[in-house]
């Protein structure tokens, strides 16, 4: 990829928080950068973005997306190569997907240039925030908000986009274990669940926490008409391996997110010779493939997660316990084989890097 | 309704801008009173609640509700009797269903003393506020945000809780025209259809954008399934009469807001002996009626727009148009009945108003 023009106003903070940042201790979602990028839209047009220092936000307590929820988002990661070079990953298939996201909740596109170049802009101003650990990055996430001073009802016409990051280390430490839903639903077919809409994510709050009481970390969401069919985990894409076949539901509803990771998964499993099958899988299937033992291994994808091993699966009083993890094989080589690309241990042969 | 009990730290504004505040020429959702009401949640517990002069909250750019949209909102209104005296119109129900709304987003319960005691007593001192116009009332928004400062997908543990208020003259002027959408679908079965929750509003604005280019006011959402049943239209319930009878959708399936002012109607018109059915009510049956020249009236009901008669309602390429709303009955009285209720012209026999 190639760094692009944007015009861009940069004030360096002169407080630099760096000397707190402590590698061996990364709090993911609690520490943030130095540095901030604000672009705001008014009037049909973006003004100059601006990188500043990290710092709250003065905001209206009648702003439009407190009460309306226009608010989106997108997460993205940089990684550091063994000479301690950052490089961010994919950047530009989040840019469009972020667009995907303000079509259709109703807000401008942003433009590639103050995504992708802002973002790149950002890091290279922060790359000290980028961690070298195995295993960690720093978490970059743009978002969008719709900032008019108005409480009715209608499309904002003032918008203010930002991207902040804050480092992270590895995300889940160990197989996750999953509960099928059948009773809250996530999306539907006509509504927003292929976008990363900020409501998307409030509607799920409850349902997580009774399942957390339960014991399980995540839920595996089913389709709003029968419940049959799987469809995602909210912060990951899954996939399951059955007889040898990776097989992932397909995108057609509209109420799967189209994650940037489940598509690099699909990439290099594909270019390896291994058949992936993006179709409906029903609940039904995984029973039956499970009772044969036919159900071999079972993933999560995202950028938080990345790919993240799944050892149990709950539907109702049904336990699909998966065998060791160890013993699995293609969960492993597609994890290993994400990171040699990120942490730049093999070339980047499909133009996924940004380096910084 | 009696006065409760309230722990409150009171600091009013040196600035009022009551001067500015012209009654000719109100701006609903622009213009917002002296004082608001702020309160904060933490350790599983509510602060002392204070009302403050109005002004922007310093917000991390972190701040969960920003990205997950655990953010939901009530719609209250105060109206000025002939002494000029306000009164505010069923906050305790409001009060309830913000509730249900804050146990479907994980959020924690807003104390009825906080609710309607704090919005009483913010609306005594802000009375200059009430306009007196005829059709006019003080706008009120108790809402609530999650403010963890964490990017991490969890229901968070602060939260803030808020009451603003913006003079508002009468909603609609005209009667309604309405596009009756069978391709986006606002709520479903298992999901937060039944909420005031940020994100309900934001799924709508690109549909309500696209039939507003058509000539529409509002969209009548059809259930998700088939949408062969009417729903509700996004800010109002709807009714429709139908041989004599009054109709509207039920609430049974959980995609459907239970309206105050829905409530109210289905109470007046009982009381006046007239049939009120809750059940699903078909397009079909609406074409079917209208051809037969049995739909006589249809409208909308909301805080905000009270009651607003549908002239128009269009499905794919049919319109329905309804008879001039002069020679309708229904409504008219309907809409008279609750205006003297709130303005003080009749006697309270339902125990809805709350003087300040």
Known sequence: MSVMELDIKISKTPNSRISEFNQENIQFGKQYSDHMLVAHYEDGAWGTPEIIPF???????????????QAIFEGVKAYKDANGKARIFRPQDNWKRMNKSAHRMAMPDVPEELFVEGMRKLIEIDEAWVPTAAGS????????????????????????????TSPAAAYYSKPVSIFVHDEYVRAFPGGIGFT?????????????????????????????????????????????????????PDLNSGTILAGVTRDSVITI?????????????????????YKNGKLTEAFGTGTAASVAPIGKLTFHTDEMQLRPVEEWEIVNWVKTTLDDIRYGRVADTHGWILPV
């Not at 710092?55 to 929820?69: I, K, V, W």
């Not at 990055?137 to 902040?164: H, N, Q």
Request: net charge negative; proline share 4%; no cysteine.
């Open 55 to 69: 710092a709250n936000l003065s905001l209206s307590p009648a702003t439009t997306f407190m009460h309306y929820g």
């Open 269 to 289: 499993l594909k270019e390896r010779g291994i058949i992936v099958e993006e179709r409906p899988i029903s609940i039904d299937e995984l029973e039956e493939a």
């Open 137 to 164: 990055s720093l978490y970059i996430r743009p978002f969008m908000i719709a900032t008019d001073e108005f409480v009715g009802v209608r499309p904002a016409t003032k918008f203010t986009f930002l991207i902040i």
């Open 196 to 248: 990363k809409a900020a409501g998307n994510y409030g509607a799920s709050m409850y349902p997580d926490q009774q399942i957390k009481k339960m014991g399980y970390d995540q839920i595996l969401w089913t389709d709003g008409f029968e419940h049959k069919y799987v469809q995602e985990i909210g912060t990951m894409n899954v996939f399951f391996v059955i007889d040898g076949k990776v097989i992932t």
